[in-house]
């Protein structure tokens, strides 16, 4: 099916400054909170560069932790070039510096203002779509995420995110309500035709909040420049600490299914479309 998707140009306000001099202050305005109800997204400045390299930094160790760790979730998708890293999941426990950036400060404090409630980290994960690696079907995160049904999400950009690599498209002011799925728990052809889909670039440094019910996908990295992701998911506080149990639910339906036949599965539903390596 061919892809058609609009091209949205953001002006952001890059003067914003805050006390620690690797992250920008991003305290969300009313006029913030109103486009994310209006659209089901937001997009904010997060990091500044000494703060983009120092999250190079840890991805690159967090991609060298064995596959087989202590708790933590390594997935792995079959490229034309081989095996490559698509997922690891399941980090704070142990990795202090990425636990204080997305459970502290700026991001629970923007999670926070979009809940309209006091934020709780719900899961992490980080995508890195390295050259060749496969895209995303369109889809809702509401259905992968048991437990409650509203949860706020926010694309941490590592990389520069272009329409070469595999930036995001979304549906805007899509997100009142679950649509219609597929098998694979992914929105059905016919809806997907229906959206109109707008692709959004997003600098490194940048963060691309959505809510749980914004409808997104995204496209395979043709380029040779990686699409490294850091994905923090938030459910307001008052509906409950659950990352623990989200964790023991996702372990425990991966143990006691499979994933679609030639696929990698990643996730509660079967949105990616990446390749198995065995």
Same mark, same amino acid.
């Not at 719900?122 to 995303?136: D, S």
């Not at 809702?140 to 949860?151: L, M, N, R, T």
């Not at 964790?247 to 425990?252: D, I, L, M, Q, T």
């Given at each position: 099916?061919?892809?058609?998707?609009?091209?949205?140009?953001?002006?952001?306000?890059?003067?914003?400054?805050?006390?620690?001099?690797?992250?920008?202050?991003?305290?969300?305005?009313?006029?913030?909170?109103?486009? &994310?109800?209006?659209?089901?997204?937001?997009?904010?400045?997060?990091?500044?560069?000494?703060?983009? !390299?120092?999250?190079?930094?840890?991805?690159?160790?967090?991609?060298?932790?064995?596959?087989?760790?202590?708790?933590?979730?390594?997935?792995?998708?079959?490229?034309? !070039?081989?095996?490559?890293?698509?997922?690891? !999941?399941?980090?704070?426990?142990?990795?202090?510096?990425?636990?204080?950036?997305?459970?502290?400060?700026?991001?629970?404090?923007?999670?926070?203002?979009?809940?309209?409630?006091?934020?709780?980290?719900?899961?992490?994960?980080?995508?890195?779509?390295?050259?060749?690696?496969?895209?995303?079907?369109?889809?809702?995160?509401?259905?992968?995420?048991? &437990?409650?049904?509203?949860?706020?999400?926010?694309?941490?950009?590592?990389?520069?995110?272009?329409?070469?690599?595999?930036?995001?498209?979304?549906?805007?002011?899509?997100? *009142?309500?679950?649509?219609?799925?597929?098998?694979?728990?992914?929105?059905?052809?016919?809806?997907?035709?229906?959206?109109?889909?707008?692709?959004?670039?997003? *600098?490194?440094? *940048?963060?691309?909040? &959505?809510?749980?019910?914004?409808?997104?996908?995204?496209?395979?990295?043709?380029?040779?420049?990686?699409?490294?992701?850091?994905?923090?998911?938030?459910?307001?506080?008052?509906?409950?600490?659950?990352?623990?149990?989200?964790?023991?639910?996702?372990?425990?339906?991966?143990?006691?299914?499979?994933?679609? !036949?030639?696929?990698?599965?990643?996730?509660?539903?079967?949105?990616?479309?990446?390749?198995?390596?065995?």
């Amino acid at each position: 099916m061919k892809r058609s998707a609009r091209t949205i140009g953001i002006v952001n306000d890059s003067n914003r400054t805050g006390p620690n001099p690797s992250v920008i202050s991003t305290a969300v305005s009313p006029a913030d909170i109103e486009h &994310f109800n209006r659209t089901g997204w937001l997009l904010t400045d997060t990091l500044d560069a000494a703060g983009v !390299e120092e999250l190079r930094s840890w991805m690159d160790e967090i991609a060298e932790w064995p596959e087989q760790g202590d708790g933590w979730m390594h997935h792995y998708e079959l490229t034309d !070039e081989g095996p490559k890293l698509c997922r690891s !999941e399941n980090l704070i426990p142990f990795h202090s510096g990425l636990r204080e950036l997305i459970t502290t400060g700026a991001l629970i404090e923007v999670a926070s203002g979009l809940l309209g409630s006091q934020a709780v980290l719900y899961k992490e994960k980080v995508n890195y779509k390295l050259p060749g690696g496969a895209g995303y079907a369109p889809h809702q995160d509401a259905p992968a995420y048991p &437990f409650i049904d509203s949860h706020v999400s926010c694309m941490v950009a590592i990389d520069d995110s272009t329409p070469e690599n595999g930036c995001l498209e979304v549906a805007s002011a899509q997100h *009142q309500m679950l649509l219609a799925t597929d098998d694979s728990g992914c929105i059905t052809q016919e809806i997907v035709d229906s959206l109109q889909w707008d692709l959004v670039p997003v *600098q490194a440094g *940048q963060t691309l909040w &959505f809510h749980s019910r914004t409808p997104h996908r995204s496209g395979a990295n043709n380029s040779r420049l990686p699409r490294r992701a850091l994905y923090p998911t938030y459910n307001a506080l008052v509906e409950g600490d659950l990352r623990d149990e989200y964790y023991e639910r996702k372990v425990a339906e991966f143990a006691a299914g499979e994933a679609a !036949e030639g696929r990698v599965r990643v996730s509660l539903i079967g949105d990616f479309q990446g390749r198995s390596v065995g």
